[in-house]
Structure formats: structure tokens, C-alpha cells
């Protein structure tokens, strides 16, 4: 198993900036695939960015594309989300989940096996 521990969540104003980390700790990091999904209250979990174990392959949502980048550092066993030009549609609950099928960068939630506990981000306009 691995744990998950979000943060760098807050209030930022539109076209602002923030950057996630997800740090992990357990089983070595670089065996697992890395999604990041997003949450605003009502709605479903919807799919952020994934990247895969070597952090060779990486995914985007289309409403992200261009704005977000996933990255991660395994020697750190931390991946990390930055998010430019934010919107307040952007404001969620930001959740990273590890994928023990590591090659793959998946985009459904059922495809995940580990969670952490949700970073809350906030865009004002």
C-alpha cells in the first residue's frame, strides 16, 4: 500500500497560480501511476492529470490543457500539479490517487487504488 498526503491548496485569484504536492510514503512510489481528480461540492470526482511511474507519459483533462502541468519526483516520492492561469470554475477539492498499474495513465476514478485526503483550492474572481 501507499499513503497520499495533498497540499499547497488555498485562495487564489483568477489567473492566478498554485502548485500540489502529493507526497507519498510506503511501498516505493515509482511502482504506481499517479491521477490527479477534482471534486466541487454536488458534482463528481472529475479526472485532472495523470502521469505514469517514470513520469514519461502524462494525461490532461481538456478544461485544464494548456494550463496545468503534472510532474513528479521520485526520489522525492512526491508528484506535484501546477496550475497557471486559474479560473473560478477550477475551485474543487483537489484529490492525487496512485494506480498500481503503473505504466498507464488512467482517467477514471474506479481505476485508482490509494487515495489522499483532498486539498482544498479556492479561485476568487
Known amino acids: 500500500q501507499v499513503q497520499l498526503v495533498e497540499s499547497g491548496g488555498g485562495l487564489v485569484q483568477a489567473g492566478g497560480s498554485l502548485r500540489l504536492p502529493c507526497a507519498a510514503s510506503g511501498r516505493t512510489f515509482s511502482n504506481y501511476a499517479v491521477g490527479w481528480f477534482r471534486q466541487a461540492p454536488g458534482k463528481e470526482r472529475d479526472f485532472v492529470a495523470a502521469i505514469n511511474w517514470s513520469g514519461g507519459s502524462t494525461a490532461y483533462a481538456d478544461s485544464v490543457k494548456g494550463r496545468f502541468t503534472i510532474s513528479r519526483d521520485n526520489a522525492k516520492n512526491t508528484v506535484y500539479l501546477q496550475m497557471n492561469s486559474l479560473k473560478p470554475e477550477d475551485t474543487a477539492v483537489y484529490y492525487c490517487?496512485?494506480?498500481?498499474?503503473?505504466?498507464?495513465?488512467?482517467?477514471?476514478?474506479?481505476?485508482?487504488?490509494?487515495w489522499g485526503q483532498g486539498t482544498q483550492v479556492t479561485v476568487s474572481s
Open positions: 490517487a496512485a494506480d498500481a498499474s503503473r505504466y498507464y495513465t488512467r482517467r477514471r476514478e474506479y481505476e485508482y487504488d490509494y
